[in-house]
Structures are given as structure tokens and as C-alpha cells.
């Protein structure tokens, strides 16, 4: 009987052209499902997040009230040019010039012709007792007093990467792989070891620290750590760990150097992946992989991580819950910052402030952006840099 009844459903589903319903006349079938899905996942996480003051990658001054955005040039640069804040003025390089600007007075600025060989470009600009020293990817060192520019030491090898400025010692990394300390006090240079580099991508890494180490990456997948008390470098010990005990695969494209946080140690992966690893008990606190390409991220000090992808930002919980998601929608997203809890997001188009509670931009700055963007915060300002100019940000 249970056969009988099969057969006939059967039957009757064949003739209703396999739709049991009403179909309304003018009814006709639309591809608008991605569209009901997108705003769907824009609306998933309503929660109003406070995630305190941003620590990582870079601190902004927490008195901060920006509320109407103003955008000016103040410079020309290059892809080259390298920046820095020292006694209240803007050293900048450019070609084979720097510049001196003092933001308060048109009549003390200056500019300095640097003697340097084909090829050669400056590297790094420093500060130490109150001079100003320019480092070469030679490894040529000058300083800059208030009329010349004179070169102190040549060092004779080729280094590519910012080095690691300590209170009296400069620590430089050549192509190589080796390992050099210059003390400041009267430029002597002492080699402190070697590595094996890694095939990856050169970046301008952060250099973070936690109780006993610095870390810092020679590239996307060479992960330099050095002694805070005497300087001495491990090995790759720390990410060959991680990558050994990593559920999620190999983290060989860092986004940047790990930062650490409650003696946990933070490794994001470009591809998406993101774990939280404490290299003395080999602990893994929590692991996640969004499968999107992180191209930005912040982290608070209630251990809020923010990150951007292609098209989306979304907020971690110090548990690696995602409790917050915004579509950005931007073709070219660059990077964001945070000032007293606003996200902002930096486009090739320019600045858009985001609020997450209400899923919207609230304004939008315009200005254009290209390349490579770097930002400064100094005092009451924002300093943003890209391949072509140097900005500033104020209201």
C-alpha cells in the first residue's frame, strides 16, 4: 500500500513540473541572491564595540579630536624618500637631498646635498643626543649639523632593511644576513652573528618587543628575534614552533612583525591567517583563519583586533570571535587608523569614516592617494606619506 501511495506522489510531482505551490502569474525568476546575502552579512554584527585605545602597529596620542578631516600637501616625495620627527621639525629625503622643515617658521627650513655613490639612497634617518644621523643602504653613516653634512663611517656592505635604533647602539642587518652593532658613542662595529634568509617579501617591518625579546622581519618570512639584554639572535626558533604546531598551516607571508600581549605573541599571515602563540609554553591561545588577504590591522589594549581585507573590516574579541563586520566596498583600500574609537579608512580615492554601529560611512575626504602609504602621528597631527607626497591631517 505504502508502494502504491509512492508511485502516485511520484506521478503527481511530474505533473506540476516538480513544484508544489502557487506561482503567481507574472512571476519571474531573478539572480538577485548575492545582493540578499551581502547585506545580510553587513547587518550580522550590531553590537556597539568599544575597543579601546589602538597600541599596535602604531600608537595615536589618546587627546586626539579630530572631528572635521582637513587633507594638506605639505612636500613632494618619492618612492625612495624616507621620513622622520626629530626635535620638532620634518627631516625628509629625497633623491639625493634632504630637507629640514620646520613647520613654524618658512625661514628655517632647510636642505642638504648628500655625496652618494650610484646606486647608493638613504635608508634611515635617526635621531641621538640631540644630532641628526643618516644611515645609507651602503651602510654609510653622516650627521647633519647646522650647515654641512658630513659622512662619520662607511662600513663597506650592503644592508636593504630599517635598522634597529637602541639607546646607544644601532643594530644593521646586511643582505647577507649578517648581524652588525655600531655603537654610537664612537661608531666602532662589532658582528654579532648571521642567519639564513628565507625566500619573502621586503617590507617596512614594525619592531615590537614583549619582557625578553625584539622582533623584527628581515621579510614577510624571516622572523628576526634579538635579546633585549645583550643583543644575542635566536634562530627562527619562534615561527618554525608556531608553524609546527599551527592547525592552520604554514605562516610564511607576515603581515608584520608579532606583537605581543598578555605574554601571548600576535602572528598574522597575509593569506588570512591569524594565531596567538605563546613561545615559552608552546601554548596556542586561539587560531583563526578568515581565508581573505589581510592588507591592514589594529590592536587595542583590550585585545581588540581590527582587520581589513579587499572588502570588508572586521573586529576580533580577545577570544578570537568575530563580534563585528563591515562591507567597505572600496576597489582600493590601503590601510586604516583609529582616532577615540573611529575607525577611518584609507582608499587610492581617500578617507572614509566609518561608523561600524550604524553600518555606514559617515563622511568621505577626498584626495589620492599612490603606492606605498606610511603614517606618523606626532603631537596633535597626522602624517600620512605615499610615493608622490607627504601629508598632513588636522582639522
Excluded at 127 to 156: C, M, P, Q, W
Excluded at 273 to 285: E, M, R, Y
Excluded at 369 to 387: P, R, S, T, W
Amino acid at each position: 500500500m505504502k508502494k502504491i501511495k509512492f508511485i502516485i506522489f511520484f506521478i503527481a510531482l511530474s505533473s506540476c513540473n516538480q513544484y508544489l505551490g502557487t506561482i503567481d502569474p507574472d512571476y519571474t525568476p531573478t539572480n538577485e541572491v548575492n545582493g540578499i546575502f551581502s547585506n545580510a552579512q553587513n547587518d550580522t554584527y550590531n553590537s556597539e564595540v568599544e575597543f579601546g585605545n589602538i597600541i599596535f602597529p602604531s600608537i595615536a596620542n589618546s587627546s586626539f579630536t579630530i572631528d572635521n578631516l582637513k587633507i594638506d600637501k605639505i612636500t613632494n616625495t618619492d618612492r625612495n624618500s624616507v621620513i622622520s620627527f626629530l626635535n620638532g621639525k620634518i627631516i625628509l629625503s629625497k633623491d639625493k637631498n634632504i630637507y629640514v622643515i620646520d613647520q613654524n617658521s618658512e625661514n628655517k627650513n632647510y636642505d642638504y646635498k648628500l655625496n652618494l655613490n650610484k646606486e647608493e639612497k638613504v635608508l634611515h634617518i635617526f635621531g641621538h643626543r640631540g644630532e641628526i644621523y643618516v644611515l645609507t643602504n651602503r651602510s654609510r653613516l653622516f650627521i647633519i649639523d647646522s650647515k654641512n653634512v658630513i659622512n662619520i663611517a662607511d662600513y663597506e656592505f650592503y644592508t636593504n632593511i630599517t635598522p634597529i635604533v637602541l639607546d646607544e647602539s644601532l643594530i644593521i642587518f646586511s643582505v647577507y644576513g649578517d648581524i652588525y652593532e655600531i655603537l654610537l658613542d664612537d661608531f666602532s662595529i662589532t658582528k654579532k652573528d648571521n642567519f639564513v634568509s628565507k625566500p619573502g617579501i621586503s617590507i617596512k617591518s614594525n619592531i615590537f618587543e614583549d619582557q625578553e625579546n625584539f622582533y623584527y622581519l628581515f621579510n614577510t618570512s624571516t622572523l628576526i628575534t634579538l635579546s633585549k639584554n645583550n643583543y644575542e639572535y635566536y634562530s627562527n626558533y619562534i615561527l618554525e614552533d608556531l608553524n609546527i604546531l599551527s592547525s592552520l598551516g604554514v605562516f610564511n607571508t607576515l603581515v608584520d612583525s608579532p606583537f605581543s600581549h598578555n605574554e601571548y605573541l600576535y602572528f598574522l599571515d597575509r593569506s588570512g591567517k591569524i594565531s596567538v602563540f605563546n613561545p615559552v609554553s608552546s601554548d596556542i591561545l586561539w587560531e583563526l583563519d578568515i581565508n581573505e588577504t589581510i592588507l591592514s590591522y589594529l590592536f587595542s589594549n583590550d585585545g581588540y583586533l581590527i582587520l581589513m581585507t579587499s572588502d570588508n573590516i572586521q573586529i576580533l574579541s580577545n577570544k578570537g570571535d568575530i563580534i563585528n563586520s563591515y562591507i567597505h566596498n572600496k576597489k582600493t583600500p590601503i590601510s586604516i587608523f583609529s582616532i577615540q574609537g573611529n575607525i577611518h579608512l584609507i582608499s587610492e580615492e581617500g578617507i572614509s569614516k566609518i561608523n561600524l554601529t550604524e553600518k555606514k560611512e559617515d563622511s568621505f575626504y577626498k584626495n589620492k592617494f599612490k603606492g606605498n602609504l606610511e603614517i606618523y602621528y606626532e603631537d596633535q597631527i597626522i602624517y600620512l606619506k605615499d610615493d608622490k607626497s607627504l601629508f598632513k591631517l588636522s582639522e
